[in-house]
């Protein structure tokens, strides 16, 4: 993914904008400070535990808004369906959309919908894009993240893709584990209300937690060291990933956020994401190192370090 | 998590590591003959606690890698089918053939399904009385018993529309191989603990007797792997040659009898081509007679398909323990994950891909380390 925007997309578009490379576009608008972005939902299955396509549309722009240090505000839902796809589903999506639309506080202003032929869609695809007001005297991003900062994660990693995987068709498993799916832009909000010196956020989806920090390590030029030990993954989440052969680490979340702040903050910024219901499991996992540049070590539970590495597309389940 | 995070404590390893600074006196060279095993010896970064005259040595026992380019071939042309509904394991489907690998025939518009057990495929089989569901068999025998299951099941259902491509390989002819070779360097094996929990212990004895070589059967997390290390280096050291069991837990020296009976129903043993290594007699498992309808080779008439190997991927010697991975030409260099040269760099378990992917830091772990809290 990574060859292929650094290869094809960025130098199409060629904009210091896109080239930010953050989860929303800061935009500068008569004065005004504007966070933008966009993203589109294929999930499948479409209903998995603890949610479904509808929030988890509305949920991952809200999050990617809230990421770039702004308030949303604005959602517009696209919807591409293939013939056949049936209404009644289509009606639960929606309702779940507009619920997670009043959750978050944003309004969904614009929309468009597309049918296509039978067999050239898989169901329903969601485009949502969304605009938020970013938050004065707030400047999120790589480039802010300094040695010595502390990493903050809000909760524990990989239920998400967990919680799919176990009901997708021939993978199917019997596992409790409910999807992570929600908002975290309250909580993003709390810690800027704090006066906390917020220097980077990024919800930890496709890839999870351990692209994030690859991703930091190498737009920031820094190194990052975390410690095994100290990142939460459940019980129940580890013990799927145990059997089917996977990283938790490189597993989607859907509902968590990482932060980045100067390590003396770090105790004041645990305490009060703890305090909030979206940030009860928070742990601090490790911290910014001038170097090795781009790379990211895992002090291991042996007290031996390996290097967490970018993954080559996605995890394939290992055979025994 | 119950029965793991006790084989993964820190405090508990530091006595094992200890022991085996204390034991080792002279160079010993000590093959882990499971790519699980490999895995886990990276992903905890276990080398950097041992001795520097201790070096590991990664076996062949990475399924995903000896799988013979032939056999990938053929599972390539049967995923194109249209009729067919091909099913895999993960791991497989990133490995290249002579030409392109499942993926590029999955977006070619090849039905390939990433299954976790041959009993999914057969599910789909019943699911899909249109298709013919065909189901990947590779593996050694730790997957054989389940893939022989699937066949045993099939024929009782009567499914007529379900087969197995088997690449079914065993490990003892593979290790008799090894020591065999001129250039051996192989002082001892931490045999593979979960095949040996299907198979027992018997398979072994005579090799360690023949070769004068200490096989210690080991688990895979890093307490076991230490344990096992610990088993093989006071053997190495007393100068004894014997089959030990540090996987006690699971492994019963007689082994699983009924998953071996219901291999023995299904399967024989056959000869197997290696990737990177050659044909080895009595290396595989085939189907046999008796099951020759859920033979995909014989269904489809593939017999004579496949192509041949990357002669710049050097696989064969770093599955043999001749070549470190680090130390292939094309390692990082042409070969990476995203484009692998040969199956080791494929999968997870593979010696390649865990030294890519897990390459240790530069750091001393005996000493306290900085801690990153």
Known sequence: MRDLLEGLMLPSFQDPLLEARHDAALLEIQGVRLAFTTDSFVVSPRFFPGGNIGELSVFGTVNDLAMGGARPLFLSCAMILEEGYPLEELRQVLDSMARAARRCGVRIATGDTKVVDKGKGDGLYINTTGIGLVRDGVALGPGRVRPGDAVLVSGDVGRHGVAVMSVREGLAFECPVQSDCSPVHHLAAALMEAGLDLHCLRDPTRGGLASVLNEIALDGALGIEVDETAIPVAEDVSAACELLGLDPLYVACEGRMVAFLPPNQAEQALTLMRQHPEGCGAALIGHVLEGPVGQVQLRTRLGTHRSLDLLSGEQLPRIC | ?373
């Open chain 2, 1 to 373: 998590m119950k029965y793991v995070d006790e084989y993964r404590d820190g405090e508990k390893a530091k006595p094992l590591v200890e022991a085996i600074h204390q034991a080792v006196t002279r160079p010993w060279s000590i093959m882990e003959v499971c790519g699980g095993q490999t895995h886990s010896l990276a992903r905890f970064g276990i080398e950097s606690l041992l001795p520097p005259a201790v070096s590991l040595i990664h076996g062949p026992g990475c399924p995903v890698c000896v799988t013979p380019v032939a056999i990938l071939d053929q599972a390539l042309a049967l995923a194109a089918r249209p009729e067919v509904i091909f099913c895999s394991f993960g791991d497989m489907l990133r490995v290249p053939g002579s030409c392109q690998d499942l993926f590029q025939v999955k977006a070619q518009g090849g039905d390939i399904r990433i299954v976790h057990s041959p009993l999914d495929a057969l599910a789909l089989a019943e699911r899909h009385p249109e298709r013919q569901v065909v189901f990947f068999a590779v593996g050694f025998e730790t997957t054989a018993p389940a893939n022989a299951l699937a066949a045993h099941l099939a024929k009782r259902r009567g499914l007529r529309n379900f087969s197995l491509l088997a690449a079914q390989v065993r490990v003892p002819p593979a290790l008799a191989f090894i020591l065999e070779s001129p250039d051996a360097r192989v002082d001892a094996f931490l045999a593979a603990g979960h095949v040996c929990a299907v198979m027992g212990l018997a398979e072994y004895q005579p090799l360690a007797q023949k070769y004068q070589v200490p096989i210690v059967v080991t688990a895979f997390e890093p307490l076991d792997l230490l344990q096992g290390i610990l088993m093989v280096v006071r053997q190495l050291e007393a100068g004894r040659a014997e089959v030990e069991n540090q996987y006690a837990r699971l492994v019963r020296p007689e082994g699983n009898a009924r998953a071996q009976a219901l291999m023995r129903e299904v399967f024989q043993i056959v000869p197997r081509t290696w990737r990177g290594i050659g044909t080895l007699p009595e290396s595989g498992l085939g189907l046999r007679p008796a099951y020759a309808d859920f033979d995909a080779e014989i269904r489809f008439g593939l017999k004579g398909v496949g192509g041949v190997e990357s002669s710049r991927c050097l696989a064969g010697q770093v599955l043999l323990g001749r070549l470190k991975p680090t130390k292939c030409p094309a390692f990082g260099m042409e070969c990476t994950p995203e484009h692998p040269l040969g199956a080791p760099m494929v999968s997870a378990e593979g010696a390649c891909s865990a030294h890519h992917r897990y390459q240790p830091a530069s750091s001393n772990p005996l000493l306290p380390a900085a801690s990153a809290r």
